[in-house]
């Protein structure tokens, strides 16, 4: 009795030893490179093919941004497939090394659990590569870089070129010298153009509305047109001159009110910009006033300016009515203007011509 059951443990024990030889690891991995020489600084790829049984459960690869002395620049795993009792898988590592030589890839370990819940590990081999220079084999030590080429000067070119900064330069100064020093003659030069530009061209319109039975036939036309100063007449002269030819072209009495205070508000407008260089046409009465107080010019002259202009805003853009006695008394205020502001000479011609 105790000889068979001797027997039962060398059998039992027997069979033990032939199934774990015969078994299989639950997991293997094997590493592998496409090419055994690289260039430095090149990228190749690390293959590691895994085979494992069902019920394995394989974890992720715990390697970061270095693998020895390469560097992982990208990890990508395949699709697992079947085959037969088992399962495979390609992961593939980016490597890239800045190394020359013999070079050794490092074992990777895979970490997984087994069917029976136990964790265990498979490396891969290392594998050996040569990292080889991209520079030709008969390449000696790198050459400085060549001194730049030398480009001739062109002299000519050059004394052009500066001759013709230097007068446009010059031009410049020149035309600005001359427009701030003659800015009124300048000014009442373009205003001429345009008046003997527009004039014509608005009495044609006109003429052709009439033919066209669009505008009211009257009497003879007036001319409202302020005429520009001579450059010979002083601005005293200039404007008392101006200032009787609208007395004379019956505004009033022809209930043109309207244009009699913009030709009177222009007249002296354009005589505070001769007389005193500020521009007065195209700016507001509350700049020119501040513009002729800054130049000092007397307190009662410019109470008058202001009482001429402003109303003349008021009628122009304000639509103001105003009474008969200021109507009456517009040319007088503008003229006194003129006595206040101006010359003694222009003064006395203006009673002369009076």
Not at 33 to 46: I, K, M, Q, S, Y
Not at 113 to 124: I, M, V
Not at 175 to 182: A, E, M, Q, Y
């Amino acid at each position: 009795m105790a000889l068979l059951r001797v027997c039962l443990l060398l059998v039992l024990l027997l069979g033990a030893g032939g199934a774990h030889a015969a078994g299989e690891v639950p997991l293997s991995v094997e590493a592998g490179v496409e090419r055994r020489t690289v260039a430095v600084g090149d990228t190749f790829n690390l293959h590691l093919d895994l085979d494992w049984e069902d019920g394995v459960d394989i974890k992720p690869l715990a390697i970061g941004d270095r693998l020895g002395g390469f560097v992982v620049r990208d990890v990508r795993e395949g699709v697992a497939s079947r085959v037969g009792e088992r399962f495979t898988r390609r992961i593939s590592l980016l490597l890239t090394v800045f190394e020359l030589g013999p070079m050794t890839v490092p074992p990777v370990t895979v970490v997984y659990l087994a069917p029976d819940g136990e964790t265990l590990k498979a490396e891969t081999s290392p594998v050996e590569i040569e990292v080889a220079s991209i520079l030709p084999d008969d390449a000696g030590e790198i050459r400085d870089i060549k001194d730049p080429i030398a480009v001739p000067r062109r002299w000519k070119d050059l004394i052009l070129s500066y001759a013709l900064l230097v007068g446009l330069a010059a031009g410049t100064a020149v035309s600005v010298l001359l427009s701030v020093k003659r800015k009124h003659e300048i000014q009442a030069a373009l205003r001429t153009v345009w008046v003997r530009i527009t004039g014509p061209l608005v009495k044609l319109f006109l003429s052709l509305l009439r033919l066209l039975g669009l505008a009211r036939r009257g009497g003879a036309a007036l001319d409202l047109d302020i005429e520009v100063t001579e450059p010979h007449l002083v601005p005293e002269d200039a404007a008392l001159k101006e200032l009787k030819r609208i007395e004379a072209l019956g505004l009033i009495e022809r209930g043109m009110i309207k244009d009699y205070y913009t030709l009177v508000s222009e007249i002296v407008r354009r005589y505070l910009e001769r007389k005193f260089q500020v521009l007065a046409m195209e700016s507001p009465t509350s700049y020119t006033l501040g513009a002729l107080f800054e130049i000092e010019v007397a307190p009662e002259g410019i109470d008058a300016i202001r009482d001429v202009l402003e109303e003349g805003d008021l009628v122009k853009f304000a639509k103001l009515n105003p009474a008969g006695e200021a109507v009456a008394s517009l040319l007088t205020r503008a003229r006194e203007v003129v006595k206040l502001t101006g010359s003694p000479v222009g003064v006395d011609r203006q009673v002369e011509s009076g």
